[in-house]
């Protein structure tokens, strides 16, 4: 499957982003879906996410509350979105959409096959 991500951007400390990250090649609602970021200087770490039919999601502990992993399975939309709301300056790093066999969805970084190219966000003070 190819993932293209996208969204990204420069905002303030407090505002908020929307990621998209758009899916073709397979069918999108075979599998589990993640979100991921790399800050730099840091190892990559899971964001959130989201089971293969969007009713079980989860989430980093600093995230939550503040972010939210949805989907999209109809319409051919095929897409997976990324709510970021309350944006803090460590937020900023280059986010990463991943799909995962897991249909369940997981935490875990090497059970992501499939991954998209990375879109930057820039939270500033």
């Known amino acids: 499957v190819q993932l293209q991500a996208s969204g990204g951007g420069l905002v303030q400390a407090g505002g908020s982003l929307r990621l998209s990250c758009t899916a073709s090649?397979?069918?999108?609602?075979?599998?589990?879906m993640g979100w991921f970021r790399q800050a730099p200087g840091k190892e990559g770490e899971f964001v959130a996410g989201?089971?293969?039919?969007?009713?079980?999601?989860?989430?980093a502990d600093f995230v939550k509350g503040r972010f939210t992993i949805s989907r999209d399975n109809a319409n051919a939309k095929n897409t997976v979105y990324l709510q970021m709301n309350d944006l803090k300056p460590e937020d900023t790093a280059v986010y990463c959409c991943?799909?995962?066999?897991?249909?369940?969805?997981?935490?875990?970084?090497?059970?992501?096959?499939?991954w998209g190219q990375g879109t930057q966000v820039t939270v500033s003070s």
């Open positions: 991943a799909a995962t066999a897991y249909i369940g969805g997981s935490s875990r970084l090497d059970r992501y096959y499939y």
């Open positions: 090649g397979r069918t999108f609602r075979n599998y589990g």
């Open positions: 989201i089971d293969w039919t969007g009713s079980s999601t989860n989430y």
